[in-house]
Structure formats: C-alpha cells, structure tokens
C-alpha cells in the first residue's frame, strides 16, 4: 500500500480514503459496520487524542489510553518521529524538561525515558519524606 501511496502522491489524510475506496466484498462490509458503530464517535477520539495529557495517570496509564486513541487519528503518529513527539507533547512538564537534554527519536525511546524518570521522581518523593520524618 505504502508504494500505491508514493505513486498515487497520496498525502497522509488521504491514505485512509484511498484504502477505504479499494477494500472489497467482505472487507469493504466490515469498514462500513465501523462507520456505523462509532459514527460521529471516531471523531470524537480524534479529538480526544489531540488533547490527550498525562495529567494525574502514571505514564504506564497515559500510554495505554495514548496507544488506544492513536488509532482514531493516524494522520498525527504517521511515522515513529511524529508519534515520538506527540507522546512527548503530553507529558507533564517536568518530565518533558528532564528530557528535553536528550535527542529522541523513537516511541520506544521517549516511552522508556518517561518511564525512567517517572520513577527516579517517586525514589526521590520517598526519599525525602523518609528524611522529614527523621
């Protein structure tokens, strides 16, 4: 599909109408019973997925609900880069300024990075109300 897209000079919004424009038969009928189940729903997760923030989840939890909605808008983790950065994006702040020192560029990467610091910040929470209380 990828080489179709390439030839066809398909822009990345247009993949998916292009792909829906050649299922057939039985595939073509699945795609339509998703229409008409989420309906106006699929927009609603796309937008749900732009606004996406870690806030109060862990990041364990802020990636589940990331990995979930990312489905409803492929046009925004398109590549591992751009995927990347809009995880990145909805980090709290302090985790994004603890990573802003490094240069990555994978999912994997930023997701492994968070997770580290998410967890050096509970070490270091514990750490110090363990010595308040001494």
């Known amino acids: 599909m990828e080489k179709v897209f390439t030839y ?30 989420l309906g106006d729903g699929a927009d609603q997760k796309e937008k ?16 589940e609900e990331f990995t979930y909605l990312s ?3 492929p046009q925004f983790v398109a590549t591992e ?5 809009h995880f990145e994006e909805g980090l709290q702040p302090n985790i994004k300024f603890q990573m802003s020192s490094f240069e990555l560029s994978t999912y994997v990467a930023v997701l492994k990075k968070a997770l580290v610091i998410e967890r050096n910040e509970k070490k270091f929470s514990r750490l110090m109300i363990a010595r308040m209380m001494i």
């Open 8 to 37: 066809m000079k398909c822009y990345d919004g247009e993949n998916v109408a292009y792909a829906i424009y050649i299922l057939k038969g039985r595939a073509y009928g699945w795609w339509q019973m998703q229409e008409r189940i």
């Open 71 to 73: 489905k409803f808008a």
């Open 48 to 63: 749900e997925f732009r606004e996406l923030k870690k806030n109060d989840k862990t990041v364990a939890e802020y990636e």
């Open 81 to 85: 880069e751009d995927r990347a950065c």
